[in-house]
């Protein structure tokens, strides 16, 4: 199928232009991959779900976007089981995510309620003209697409176009109900299940964020012996006693200095990643109290981020309880400042959180994606860092927080006091592998925990190389203590009979378990090379380029107009100075850049962003309507070529 959105003429579409009359037929593509998953086994074409709604959710396990919609995807696929089919199409950005055994374990993980398309060479990808993680595609119940989306946020969309497709097909005798063709595996037994983070308690206990089964886990001191859980184990959002209160794949946890949690009434600020919250976790009293966030996801632009506060934009400094939060991964007490540092993985920065003041406040972080430090001109609070899914946070010597980067395969270190960030290990957004020796070639690949030894270096839970690096500071290199894991998540030291010595505890999450790893007293050197995440590349002219971004409002909704335009464009590229002029971000949805001609090839970083509420066009937005963000960012690598279009269009939502 020939990329017609590549150089499509700009297009902005109202809610008349998705009427049956005005639709372009056109024929999905078949499914290719390399085989089914959550079928039973059996092999499936388009053929086989006519007359049935088809959504295709293109995704990778990384992104915590794709993660996002997963999410959303739920209820949709409970109302309309009987005529809709989602299928994911996983479709890898990391070489690890290429293997078998990772995509089983991620459909698992993720308890994935639908059936999936493994497409490691990314044929049905390239044959849908995907472009980024996660777009959306819906085919109606006669073989032909009728919408394509990027991003997330589309629920309310999808809804709309849903029950429009549903009831044209009824009339026409074309929608079949029923015969879903998912078979959902059998359950997995044992104490953990794909645990996350591991953290050691005052009293020498031991809690696990046992994420697959939405709880945590008490432990011993030797993570030996189950004690006991918080949670019911069922996925939800409730507080209560330990017995009762719900998670929903619950991240990392903090504990409180004793006269901090004397005074707030909890010892515990746990990370509760899709819910969007934080908790607090008495330990005494065994009950758990949300102490941050409203359970709503905060979507980057969004003027309904604040609820008591409409039309707010900007820097949030407030009340905990009244901003929306981001998928929150890990949490960690820095002294510093007295307040508990957030890796805010759903929009790519960091805040903090002061429990005796019960605020939150964005400390660091553009809310774009990629690898940015902190300026040198740069004050305080200037937010100009770039971060990518930051997954792990622990305390460094120096009072300071590491960070583990996950997108970037990066080490970081944040000033929480300034939120000032540096990189130590780490290139970019699509680079990454397994390779050790000086920190500037050095390579990591989706590393989601670190931990600063007694010696000053930094062991590395390098997840998806399944491995334990070390950062040395000193001599800024990079080793390897241990190899051979399934997906290390989280790394804990246990002392031995000094504090120099003692051994590493790893939540070794794919294995199901807490895994004991000696130091080695002469670290491996491990040189595999270094990688590039493998996509097509979009050829373009040099000179000027014009990017679109093409976005159609869905039925029932208008553009939010209320506080001036309601869309954005960020537009930047790898290296920077791929683009001379037009990088940047302001409102609107196109943009003209100019190229170096000097640079042969790169990535160019786009994100777009639009606000719509619940309303018919040409009326007024009613009072309490509900509003809606959508935003997509495009890594797009390009080579420019002397005889290249001039044009660049991207579709937000597009039919």
Request: hydrophobic share 40%.
């Amino acid at each position: 199928m020939c990329d017609t959105r590549t150089h499509a003429q700009p297009r902005v579409w109202n809610n008349e232009s998705m009427s049956n009359a005005n639709r372009v037929k056109l024929r999905a593509p078949e499914l290719v991959g390399r085989r089914w998953i959550n079928t039973g086994g059996k092999n499936l074409s388009l053929e086989d779900l006519r007359g049935k709604i088809v959504l295709l959710d293109f995704w990778t396990f990384c992104c915590i976007n794709c993660l996002h919609v997963l999410d959303e995807l739920r209820p949709l696929e409970e109302k309309y089981a009987d005529v809709l089919v989602t299928i994911g199409v996983h479709s890898p950005k990391f070489e690890f995510e290429r293997e078998i055994e990772a995509v089983d374990r991620a459909v698992e993980r993720y308890q994935v309620e639908h059936i999936v398309l493994d497409d490691p060479n990314l044929e049905t990808w390239k044959a849908y003209t995907a472009r980024a993680w996660p777009t959306l595609v819906v085919i109606d119940p006669e073989g032909y697409i009728v919408a394509s989306m990027s991003g997330e946020g589309h629920t309310s969309g999808l809804i709309s176009l849903i029950e429009e497709v549903a009831a044209e097909h009824e009339a026409k005798g074309t929608l079949r109900r029923g015969d879903a063709p998912y078979v959902p595996p059998a359950p997995r037994e044992g104490d953990l299940f794909y645990p996350g983070k591991v953290v050691r308690l005052d009293d020498g206990r031991l809690i696990v964020a046992d994420s697959g089964h939405h709880s945590y886990a008490l432990y011993d001191s030797d993570g030996a012996n189950l004690l006991g859980r918080i949670g019911s184990g069922e996925r939800g959002n409730a507080d209560g006693d330990f017995a009762t209160a719900q998670f929903s794949e619950p991240g990392g946890v903090a504990q409180l200095p004793p006269e901090i949690a004397q005074q707030v009434g909890y010892h515990l600020v746990a990370a509760d990643t899709v819910n969007h919250t934080l908790r607090g976790i008495n330990l005494e009293t065994q009950t758990v109290t949300t102490v941050a966030g409203t359970g709503e996801q905060y979507m980057v632009g969004a003027s309904d981020n604040v609820p008591d506060q409409p039309g707010f934009f900007g820097r949030y400094d407030g009340p905990a309880t009244a901003v929306k939060l981001s998928s929150p991964w890990d949490v960690v007490y820095a002294p510093k400042t007295s307040n508990v540092v957030i890796a805010m993985a759903g929009n790519h920065t960091m805040w903090t959180f002061d429990p005796v003041a019960g605020t939150v406040a964005h400390i660091s972080g553009s809310l774009n994606e990629g690898l940015r430090d902190t300026s040198a001109a740069a004050t305080p609070f200037d937010l100009d860092e770039w971060f990518a899914q930051p997954s792990g946070v622990r305390l460094a010597s120096d009072g300071n927080v590491w960070v583990a980067d996950s997108e970037t395969s990066a080490l970081r270190k944040l000033d929480p006091s300034t939120g000032a960030v540096t990189s130590y290990v780490g290139v970019g957004l699509f680079d990454f592998g397994f390779q050790d020796g000086p920190a500037e070639s050095a390579r990591l690949q989706h590393p989601l925990g670190a931990l600063e030894l007694p010696d000053g270096t930094v062991a590395i839970a390098d997840t998806y190389n399944g491995a334990i690096r070390r950062f040395d500071p000193q001599t800024n290199t990079v080793s390897t203590l241990a190899r051979g894991l399934k997906e290390p998540s989280d790394i804990l030291l246990m002392q031995g009979d000094d504090t120099t010595s003692g051994y590493l505890l790893v939540a070794e999450s794919a294995a199901h378990q807490l895994t004991a790893v000696a130091i080695p007293e002469e670290a491996l050197e491990v040189n595999e090379g270094a990688q590039q995440t493998k996509r097509p590349v979009t050829e373009i002219g040099p000179g000027p380029l014009d990017i679109t971004v093409a976005f159609t409002v869905p039925a029932g909704q208008k553009l939010d107009e209320r506080w001036g335009d309601p869309t954005f464009l960020q537009v930047s590229s790898t290296p920077e100075n791929l683009i001379v002029d037009g990088a940047g971000g302001k409102e609107g949805t196109q943009r003209t850049v100019t190229l170096n001609p000097e640079v042969a090839s790169g990535v160019l970083h786009v994100t777009a962003r639009a606000a719509a509420c619940d309303g018919e066009p040409g009326g007024e937005i009613p009072l309490h309507a509900a509003c809606h963000l959508y935003q997509q960012d495009w890594g797009i690598p390009v080579a420019v070529v002397a005889d290249g279009p001039n044009d660049l269009a991207l579709d937000l939502r597009g039919a």
